[in-house]
């Protein structure tokens, strides 16, 4: 490997040829400001448009400063990241920057977690001179079901875009306009809602500012738990209890599960739920679905559709609706947990507790932005009444916690409620990439076979490749899986399967880079991809210190069955359970 040696701030480096300046100095502990540059390197993701500017240096020889996120390592560069000059440039830059931008930081929803924020504080700006003579560039704001974009507060880092286009190929938003009025948005300046926008937030997750915030649904759930006609009810996704605690200062991956049960006891809920109860009952019918079709297959029926598609996300199946409408026969018809659970908790619990559906109000806290938006589609209605009412982000489970007054590192901690409150080890790993179809693994397996397990762990399916596929031996029987988290590396892998080229029986797909624990409403990581895999590590984890790893072996799951639905698959499971899909094509998007 060639290499390049080097000079920053009088110390020696020897790197890599390619090796950015910004990259040479982190490796000697150097701290080169950036705002709009970020690498997310577990996950080979890296924003380095070299449009803010504030990283630049002074490269001895070279007349002007360099942006050293996009300038490579020479041999022999003798580089200073800190002189007057460049220290003047930076303040200067950061004060343009800032005399185009609002000034309500107190009620930002970004603030204490904004990067132009703290950069400002960082580089000592205390003042924008001319600022009583600057004009102010002014947009309107969209809301979407799940997104809110404040234009007035981009600072055009193009981290959206990148994460958009490159990363998910969506290719919702672009940038238009330049200097003064630059700006990053749909086609033509049109709503979020009329674009092709799978409401993953993963532009939530990566932008710099308040300039994209999710919809915050905590006012109207105060109100509910206020409402004593009302029985509120809560469900929490599993990637939830692998990252609440960074929101009160302890270390990613540490699991809060009892911490946060308590805490949501505390804040009034009637009644704390897992999701990962409704992740056993999507198993049991989305296992059963693959078998069937499997089987069918097997005994050479032509007209089965495979490979299988999981659909427990709902930013992956609004992008496969809008851009493989010719395949909406191939994704499993399970809803997701979140949706399973709504529909039981409004029909079986709810007649448990002799209440009408009208007056159960059931929460979920999720880590994805999509499922605000899946929560309130029509399908998922009955008479009007939406089977799950609100979904709140971990951020705004943490915001409510703390507004609360809820010590919650202080907690002692509870389990959760009976009977929805009981799950797997199968459930908990639904929170990361490989989840979801090793859990389908563990269950489908035994039920095809008649024989346990040897093993539990399947760790062939697992890793944040993003796209990736393994062969499971059904008792002689080879199964081909496909896996993909990123909606750019579901494409791939859905363009094989399109063209034939591709022999899988099932794939597993996830919207957001890592799964549920990367997802759009998760604490911000900030570019820190060290987090994500903090999270992936700390839900094996969890799933390893369960007493029951299999979702066909949760007994709230077999009672369920027995007093209510009947059977997997069965004519109250069609109706409760499954779904359809459609197609959003041109028509449906307007650009």
Not at 121 to 142: C, F, H, N, W
Not at 514 to 536: E, T, V, Y
Request: glycine share 8%; with cysteine; proline share 5%.
């Amino acid at each position: 490997m060639e290499t390049v040696k080097l000079t920053i701030d009088n110390k020696v480096v020897e790197v890599p040829k390619g090796t950015t300046i910004f990259k040479a100095a982190k490796q000697l502990g150097i701290d080169i400001p950036a705002l709009c540059y970020m690498e997310l390197k577990d996950l080979n993701i890296e924003n380095k448009p070299a449009g803010c500017r504030i990283c630049v240096v002074e490269v001895e020889g070279r007349r002007n400063l360099a942006p050293s996120c996009a300038t490579d390592c020479v041999d022999g560069m003798v580089v200073k990241t800190h002189t007057m000059r460049v220290i003047n440039a930076r303040r200067t830059i950061m004060e343009l920057i800032l005399s185009d931008h609002p000034k309500d930081c107190l009620i930002c929803p970004k603030s204490g977690r904004c990067d132009l924020q703290k950069m400002a504080v960082k580089l000592g700006v205390r003042e924008i001179p001319g600022q009583e003579y600057a004009e102010m560039s002014t947009y309107r704001v969209d809301t979407s079901p799940s997104i809110i974009r404040e234009l007035d507060k981009c600072i055009m880092c193009r981290r959206c875009e990148m994460m958009c286009n490159d990363v998910q190929t969506v290719y919702a938003l672009n940038a238009f306009g330049r200097g003064f009025n630059a700006a990053v948005a749909p086609a033509f300046e049109q709503n979020l809602d009329k674009s092709p926008c799978t409401f993953c937030g993963q532009c939530v997750a990566v932008c710099p500012t308040g300039a994209l915030t999710e919809v915050d649904h905590t006012p109207r759930l105060i109100r509910a738990l206020s409402d004593p006609t009302k029985t509120v009810i809560v469900q929490t996704a599993p990637a939830i209890r692998v990252a609440l605690g960074e929101e009160f200062g302890m270390k990613p991956g540490t699991i809060v599960t009892g911490k946060m049960v308590t805490a949501l006891k505390e804040i009034g809920f009637d009644h704390v739920f897992d999701t990962d109860f409704a992740a056993d009952l999507t198993i049991m019918e989305e296992g059963t679905e693959l078998l069937d079709r499997l089987t069918r297959y097997l005994n050479g029926d032509k007209t089965v559709k495979l490979p299988i598609l999981t659909s427990c996300c709902p930013a992956w199946v609004n992008f496969f609706e809008h851009y493989f409408p010719d395949m909406l026969d191939i994704p499993s018809t399970a809803k997701s947990p979140q949706q399973m659970f709504g529909a039981i908790a409004k029909t079986y619990f709810a007649d448990m507790l002799k209440i009408k559906r009208e007056d159960l109000i059931v929460v979920s806290v999720m880590p994805c932005l999509a499922k605000k938006y899946e929560a309130q589609r029509e399908e998922f209605k009955v008479n009007g009444n939406p089977d799950v009412d609100f979904s709140i982000s971990t951020r705004e489970l943490a915001h409510l916690i703390k507004e609360f007054n809820i010590d919650f590192a202080n907690l002692e901690e509870q389990d959760f409620d009976r009977p929805l409150g009981e799950s797997t080890g199968a459930g908990v790993i639904f929170g990361a990439t490989g989840g979801v179809i090793e859990a389908a693994t563990r269950t489908a397996y035994e039920l095809h076979t008649g024989k346990k397990l040897d093993r539990i762990d399947f760790k062939e399916l697992r890793g944040l490749k993003g796209a990736r596929s393994a062969t499971v031996d059904f008792n002689g029987l080879p199964i081909n899986i496909g896996i993909a988290h990123g909606l750019g590396n579901a494409r791939e892998l859905l363009e094989e399967v399109r063209s034939g080229k591709a022999n899988y029986h099932a794939i597993e797909v996830m919207a957001c880079p890592g799964g549920c624990i990367g997802g759009g409403g998760q604490p911000l990581h900030h570019g820190d991809s060290s987090i994500i895999k903090a999270r992936f590590e700390a839900i094996y984890r969890e799933d390893a210190g369960k007493p029951i790893r299999k979702s066909h072996e949760n007994p709230y799951i077999t009672k369920l069955y027995n007093e209510f639905l009947g059977k997997p698959m069965s004519e109250k499971s069609h109706q409760l359970l499954h779904t359809h899909y459609f197609a959003k094509g041109p028509k449906d998007i307007y650009i």
